[in-house]
């Protein structure tokens, strides 16, 4: 019954409308969505590849979520002079932000999502977790801790200079840049952890055969002998055949 309900809470998610400002999956991370929703025992539920946005509050609300409008938002490495231009466009409290990237997945089994979370903090993403709702959905968020928030305006006027804007630009870039690094090497570690078992057996194999090749002695006179070397023992003067194997 329970395979039964996750394939359908499956389909139903990943037929219906994205309905993100975006409205579809980040190009960073597009392969390792579609990688995850191959597979039986997973689907994701939302995404981000990371981001630097700059937003407008008003400045008499609390909740910043409220009442708020995107003045600036890329997926990459940003600019100085754009960010600069799009505070100048700012009527409330302004906040430039960088938030990392960011993966809900809805795993199958309780084993299924342990897997995800090991693969997810062995990659950089230590801020991951697994939750199960009532109706026994499991969630496994990817999520890091390299975040930046800083307040930029209050009531349409600008609250930094010029040198400290490039300096919080300058990192959020750096943040930006090591986001790709991790976003890779997630998928890389999921890559290897999601193999089909046969195919681990067949690696494990080639690890574990010891791996060696013969070395000839050059004579004297420079010349390589036979590869086997007749020795003769003077205590019974019988005759044996050595070869000589290095093992690496």
């Not at 906040?95 to 990237?101: D, G, N, S, V």
């Not at 709702?133 to 010029?162: F, N, Q, W, Y």
């Not at 090497?185 to 195919?199: D, G, N």
Request: aromatic share 8%; with cysteine; net charge neutral.
């Amino acid at each position: 019954m329970a395979a039964c309900a996750f394939q359908s809470w499956k389909d139903q998610c990943l037929n219906k409308c994205d309905f993100s400002k975006k409205g579809s999956v980040d190009d960073d991370i597009s392969h390792i969505v579609s990688f995850i929703n191959s597979h039986d025992q997973y689907f994701t539920t939302s995404s981000c590849s990371g981001r630097i946005i700059l937003f407008d509050g008003a400045w008499d609300c609390q909740v910043q979520k409220q009442n708020c409008s995107w003045l600036y938002v890329t997926h990459q490495k940003c600019q100085s002079e754009d960010v600069l231009t799009s505070i100048e466009k700012s009527v409330g409290d302004a906040t430039l932000k960088f938030e990392p990237f960011v993966l809900h997945v809805q795993c199958k089994k309780l084993e299924d999502a342990q897997l995800l979370h090991s693969v997810a903090i062995n990659s950089g993403f230590r801020n991951s977790g697994i939750t199960v709702g009532k109706k026994g959905k499991i969630i496994m968020a990817v999520r890091s801790t390299h975040c930046l928030e800083v307040p930029v305006s209050h009531r349409g006027t600008v609250l930094i200079t010029d040198q400290y804007l490039d300096f919080i630009v300058n990192v959020s870039n750096q943040k930006m840049e090591e986001n790709h690094k991790r976003i890779e090497r997630f998928y890389e570690c999921l890559h290897t952890a999601l193999q089909p078992q046969e195919q681990k057996s067949i690696l494990k194999e080639a690890d574990e055969k010891p791996i060696y090749r013969r070395r000839r002695k050059r004579t004297q006179d420079g010349s390589l002998p036979d590869l086997c070397q007749r020795v003769n023992h003077n205590e019974n003067s019988e005759e044996e055949t050595v070869c000589d194997i290095l093992f690496l």
